[in-house]
């Protein structure tokens, strides 16, 4: 069983920066794999950026290439998503998954957090 916990959601305006976190717990076979997804009301959900200790394997969706990095801790146990220069259209509810396997920006990852909310405004 795996827990995930995201922190460091907010309001910021256009061109500002915030790093999301994920706190892990539990199996460590378990969550070799983890990704941070999003959903914007009225939409689907999305995936933004996924990473695997396993490989070192990084994968960003386009929207955000050059702009988030998504990195992990692991003595801390802490997934982390740096987002810089965000936009308007960035505003969503941030989510971060994990999995034995890698499923990259697919959504088959059988462990979820509970979300953090970001807003950014105009």
């Known amino acids: 069983q795996v827990q995930l916990v995201e922190s460091g959601g907010g309001s910021v305006q256009a061109g500002g920066s915030l790093r999301l976190s994920c706190a892990a717990s539990?199996?460590?076979?378990?969550?070799?794999?983890m990704g941070w997804f999003r959903q914007a009301p009225g939409k689907e959900r999305e995936g933004v950026a996924s990473?695997?200790?396993?490989?070192?394997?990084?994968i960003y969706a386009g929207p955000v290439k050059g702009r988030f990095s998504i990195s992990q801790d692991n003595a801390k146990n802490t997934l982390y998503l740096q987002m810089n220069s965000l936009k308007p259209e960035d505003t969503a509810t941030y989510y971060c998954a994990a999995d034995r396997w890698g499923y990259g920006l697919g959504g088959g990852y059988k462990y979820w957090g509970q979300g953090t909310q970001v807003t950014v405004s105009s």
């Open positions: 990473i695997c200790s396993s490989t070192g394997l990084t």
């Open positions: 539990g199996s460590m076979y378990s969550r070799v794999c």
